[in-house]
């Protein structure tokens, strides 16, 4: 039996991406049951900031230092209720520590981290000044695609889909790989791309223009883990590492996380690989959405005997909840505050929300809960959770992210090994549907509702 899926130790990654940049965020909790060592005690609580300015000047891994001067396009465009209601209910982590930046009666003040330009203002809108004229953005909104007028309802509208993860050869590197029994697996990536592909031909036949971010099991980047040697060794070495393995092999648990390998690896397929797909997003497809198709799981136990979980959830995420220490990164800071200006948020949330319950329709899943904070609910839809995730910070639209079925329940797992098919077949002793027809079904119901409900007719 193999499964490898989603394993970590937080503390240790945690500890890790701070010193490198990374987000918390992308990080997930220890699986309980497995054989990780124990937990030193580290505190996860951001720490407060320091006056040193050049603690703001951080760069998160491979990204980039930000053009500080396309903010000046915001001026006037949200009052300061606006900012604040977006920044308290959405974009802030819930109990978070002071953000590093300042709001004042007229303008936000957001410090750059560059000594030559230290600041940037960004005028509010007050209540006797008309709104400024929307910025042409690459995305349309729900109100500015054309009227129907008795086309299908998805005309014009221009959807990516972005299968996660890669899959194919690269599932274990990648930890996500799922077998119970010799001669028979799943992986995610394979999943996520079978979905994808299916659900572009629905779209397509309701009038969408569809492109596929990932239309085949190789990655995005171009770049490969011996690429990262010098940006992990030095990752390794900024979290205390002096001398870390060069690689896992032999290495038991999570300690493989302190392993250059590990390192290389992650850079390869989580953050070179998103930020490639970003690159394709944003300059080649400028889709109007981009819908982030995933699949989820639960703690296994030892990764050598796996073991079912009888949890089986879905949630739906959007753009969020970032944390202090994460808006200490001056190229995550400056892809918040795009992002909140633009007011993706009033065009995310209301699709995730159609989305999720044309989704709990067709799965019949119940909502899962977080109970760490790294997310936080995004409007009153129980299934849609805010969170800062690399794709859905760095795609410049509104992002969809999808995360049905938990992989290692049994009833998942059974029916996913299956594949896709229309109608009803004889699974584990009973009639029952594919699990990925119920996906798309799922995601087309929830758009079509949205936009068949908000959309101009005429």
Known sequence: MTFLFKTGSFWLAALLSSAAGLSAQEIRPPVPGSSVPAAPAVSLAPPALAPDPTRLAKISQLGEVPDWNTLAAYNQTLTREEFETAWKSIYSAEGGLPPPFEITPSAVM????DPTKPMVRIE????????????Q???RSTRDLPPLKGRPPLSDLHIALDP???GGPWARME???LSFKPGESIQEGDLSLLTAQVLKERLMALGAVVTLVRDKPEPVTELRPPDFQDVALKTLIEAG???PLPTYEGVAGDAKILTVQWQTEKLFYRVSEIHARANKVNRQIKPDLVVCLHFNAESWGPSEAPQFSPQNHLHVLVNGCYAAVELEQADTRHEMFSRLFQRVHEEEIPLAAAVADGLADTTRLTPYVYTTPNARHAGKNPYVYA?????NRLYQCPVVYLEPYVMNHEESYRRLLVGHFVGRTLIGGRLTTS????????VVQGLVSHYQSQRRSS
């Open 124 to 135: 509010f809108r007050t209540g006797a000044t008309s709104p400024a004229k929307r910025q």
């Open 110 to 113: 957001v410090p750059t981290g």
């Open 164 to 166: 996660g993860h890669i």
């Open 241 to 243: 590492v002096p001398k």
């Open 175 to 177: 930890e996500r790989f």
């Open 387 to 391: 969170r800062n995730l690399l794709a």
């Open 435 to 442: 699990a990925i027809e119920d996906y798309v079904r799922g």
């Open 137 to 139: 953005f690459s995305w």
